[in-house]
C-alpha cells in the first residue's frame, strides 16, 4: 500500500502530524498479507523478540517474552480523559484531556526516533456487519502488528471499508527512541512512564510505555470496550466485556447466551466447553468481548468484534479445555510461557507431570525444583477464531446471533451461591452491578483480593459507572424480549480450600438448568437473592457434589455483603439509579 492510496483525508493529516512529532524513520502501511507477516516475523525473530517453536510440533508458531515489569494490565496508569471528571466517574482514573495530552505530546516527541511506525487498519466486526467499526492503530512495535493480524480484520479490506468516514484513533508506542546505530532489545518498554489514555469525546486512544496485551493491542480493551462503550451508550447499543456461545440441548435446541467474568476467570473455557454431559452440543463465537444491539424483532443480537483469542495458558489443558489446546495447535503467538528442550512449549497445569528441563518464561533454567514459575500467571496465547475447532457456523453473521441468557459471575471462595437466576431485568441489572471478584493474575494489583467489578466492567467502562447500569436498564423497553438474567459462581471452597464445584465441562449441568429457565420448566426457589435452583434441579448424575453447600444462602454473610455494597453504592451518589437504590435496600431488609 502506497501512501498515495490512503484516501481518508482525516488519515493522512493524522499520520504526518504524528510522523512530524514521533519522528520514526519509516512508515510501514500495514496490508496483511501473507507475505508481510512473514517479513515482519523474520524480523521479530531476528531481534530475539520471538522464538520461532519446533514446526514439527507447533508449525508457524513463536514464543515471545516481555521483560518482567511489562506483563499486564496496567489499571493504574489507565485513565479516562473526559472532558469533565464526573463524565469519568468515580471508578475511572480522570485526567484533563488537555493535560493528558500535552504530559503525552512530550513523551511521544521523538519518541519513535529509528524504528518504523507502522499504520495499521483494523476492522472490529465482521467486515459485512451494519455493527463493524473500523480504527487505525499507529504504532511502532512490529509484535503489536503480528498479534492484531490474528486478533482483528486488519489490513487493506479495513481500509476499503473506512473510506472517508471518521474513524477511532488509536497512537501506540512503546516509548524507546533509539539513538543513532544504537542496538534494540528485544522487549523494547518504557515502564516508568506508562499511559494507557483514552479520550471518549473525541475516541482517541494515546498509549505510551507498555508493550504487553491490553495495554498496546488498542484494538481490544481500549477501542472494543473502553470507548465503544461509551458509543453504545450514545448510540443506543451495549459493548459488553462478555463471551458469546451457542448451546445446542439434546432435543436439537439452540440458545445462544453472553456471559461476564473478570479477566482470568474462565471466560475462554466457559465458550470453548466440553460438556460432559450427553447429548449437549457447545459452539463458540467469542471469549471476551460483545457488542450487542437490539433487533427489528426486538430481541437482543450480539456479534463478536474480535477476530482471535488472546487467552490465558496456564491452567489450560486437554482436561480442563480441549478445544482451546486443540486450536493452539499452529499460527500461535505464545507470550511469557516456558520453552521446552525439543521446541515447544509449556505452562503449570498444561499436563499432570512438568518436563524435567524447560527454558522459563524469564528466560532460566528451570526444573520441577525451582522455586519459580515456568510460564507467568499470565501467559497468554494469541490465534484466529477459526483454529477453534468448535467456532459457531454463525460467528460471522453480519448481524449476530440472538441472546437468550446472560450470565454473570465472579470469583469468590464463600458466600455467592453456584447460580440464581435474577426475578426481573433490573433485579440482574442489579446482579450486575454488585458483581464481586477476587483479582487475578490479569492485572497488576493484590491476587486473590475481593473487589466489586460491576457486570466485569470496572477497568472497562470508557464513562461514569453510575451511567452505565441506567443505560443498561433502559434497555427494557415494551416490544422488546429481554435475555434472562443468571448469576454464577464456579468457584466455592469448603473450609480444607477444596473447590465444591467441578467446573469446566461439568458447567454444563448448570447451563442446563439455566437453559430449563428460559423455557419456562426448571426447579426453583424463590430465595432473597433471586431464584435458586431447588436441591434436585441440577443434574449432578456421576458427580460428588455437597449441593447443599452450593446453593447455600447464608443470611449472615449476606447481610455483610448487603452492607458493605450499600456503602459502595454510595460512591456513585446522585448518579446511582433509583432502582438499584431500592434493590440493595431490599437486600438489607431480607437478611436483617
Ligand atoms: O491484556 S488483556 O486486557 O487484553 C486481557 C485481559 O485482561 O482480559
Ligand atoms: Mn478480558
Known amino acids: 500500500m502506497r501512501p498515495g492510496s490512503v484516501m481518508n483525508r482525516n488519515l493522512q493529516e493524522w499520520i504526518q502530524e504524528v510522523q512530524q512529532h514521533c519522528q520514526p524513520k519509516e512508515i510501514h502501511y500495514v496490508e496483511g498479507t501473507e507475505e508481510e507477516n512473514r517479513l515482519i516475523v523474520e524480523a521479530l525473530i531476528k531481534q530475539k523478540t520471538l522464538t520461532r517453536l519446533n514446526p514439527a510440533l507447533r508449525p508457524a508458531s513463536f514464543l515471545a517474552r516481555s521483560t518482567p515489569d511489562d506483563v499486564a494490565r496496567v489499571e493504574d496508569r489507565t485513565f479516562i480523559c473526559s472532558e469533565t471528571q464526573e463524565q469519568a466517574g468515580p471508578t475511572n482514573h480522570w485526567r484533563d484531556p488537555r493535560e493528558m495530552k500535552e504530559t503525552l505530546l512530550g513523551l511521544f516527541r521523538g519518541c519513535m526516533r529509528n524504528r518504523t511506525m507502522y499504520v495499521v487498519p483494523y476492522c472490529m466486526g465482521p467486515i459485512d456487519s451494519p455493527y463493524a467499526k473500523v480504527a487505525i492503530q499507529l504504532t511502532d512495535s512490529p509484535y503489536v502488528v503480528a498479534n492484531m493480524r490474528l486478533m482483528t480484520r486488519m489490513g487493506k479490506a479495513a481500509l476499503d471499508l473506512l473510506g472517508d468516514q471518521p474513524f477511532v484513533k488509536c497512537l501506540h508506542s512503546v516509548g524507546v527512541p533509539l539513538a543513532d546505530g544504537e542496538e534494540d532489545v528485544s522487549w523494547p518498554c518504557n515502564t516508568k512512564n506508562l499511559y494507557i489514555s483514552h479520550f471518549p469525546e473525541t475516541k482517541e486512544v494515546w498509549s505510551f510505555g507498555s508493550g504487553y496485551g491490553g495495554n498496546a493491542l488498542l484494538n481490544k480493551k481500549s477501542f472494543a470496550l473502553r470507548i465503544a462503550s461509551k458509543m453504545g451508550l450514545e448510540e443506543g447499543w451495549l459493548a459488553e466485556h462478555m463471551l458469546i456461545v451457542g448451546i445446542t440441548s439434546p432435543e436439537g435446541i439452540k440458545r445462544y447466551f453472553a456471559a461476564s467474568f473478570p479477566s482470568a476467570c474462565g471466560k475462554t473455557n466457559l465458550a470453548m466447553l466440553t460438556p460432559t454431559l450427553p447429548g449437549w452440543k457447545v459452539e463458540c463465537v467469542g471469549d471476551d468481548i460483545a457488542w450487542m444491539h437490539w433487533g427489528q424483532d426486538g430481541r437482543l443480537y450480539a456479534i463478536n468484534p474480535e477476530a482471535g483469542f488472546f487467552g490465558v495458558a496456564p491452567g489450560t489443558s486437554m482436561k480442563t479445555n480441549p478445544n482451546a489446546m486443540l486450536s493452539i495447535q499452529k499460527n500461535t503467538i505464545f507470550t511469557n ?27 532460566e533454567e528451570w526444573t520441577p525444583h525451582s522455586t519459580f514459575k515456568a510460564a507467568h500467571p499470565n501467559a497468554r496465547f494469541t490465534v484466529g477464531s477459526l483454529q477453534c475447532p468448535i467456532i459457531d457456523p454463525d ?198
Open 337 to 363: 510461557v516456558a520453552l521446552t528442550p525439543d521446541g515447544d512449549v509449556w505452562w503449570e497445569g498444561m499436563t499432570d507431570t512438568p518436563p524435567e528441563r524447560l527454558i522459563s518464561w524469564t528466560n
Open 395 to 592: 460467528w460471522q453473521k453480519p448481524t449476530g446471533v440472538p441472546i437468550s441468557g446472560i450470565i454473570f459471575g465472579g470469583r469468590r471462595s464463600t458466600t455467592v451461591p453456584l447460580v440464581r437466576q435474577a426475578l426481573s431485568w433490573g433485579h440482574g441489572v442489579f446482579l450486575a452491578a454488585s458483581m464481586t471478584s477476587e483479582m487475578t493474575a490479569a492485572a497488576k494489583g493484590e491476587v486473590g483480593k475481593v473487589r466489586h467489578d460491576p457486570f466485569a466492567m470496572l477497568p472497562f467502562c470508557g464513562y461514569h459507572m453510575g451511567d452505565y447500569f441506567a443505560h443498561w436498564l433502559s434497555m427494557e423497553q415494551t416490544g422488546r424480549k429481554m435475555p434472562e438474567i443468571f448469576y454464577v459462581n464456579w468457584f466455592l471452597k469448603d473450609e480444607q480450600g477444596k473447590y465444591l464445584w467441578p467446573g469446566f465441562g461439568d458447567n454444563i449441568r448448570v447451563l442446563e438448568w439455566c437453559f430449563s429457565r428460559i423455557e419456562k420448566r426448571g426447579d426453583a426457589d424463590l430465595s432473597p437473592i433471586g431464584y435458586l435452583p431447588t436441591l434436585d434441579a441440577i443434574n449432578c448424575q456421576g458427580l460428588m457434589v455437597d449441593m447443599k453447600a452450593l446453593l447455600k444462602v447464608d443470611k449472615a454473610l449476606w447481610k455483610k455483603e448487603a452492607d458493605e455494597l450499600f456503602h459502595y453504592f454510595q460512591t456513585f451518589r446522585h448518579k446511582l439509579p433509583e432502582s438499584l437504590k431500592n434493590e440493595t435496600e431490599k437486600l438489607r431488609n431480607v437478611t436483617r
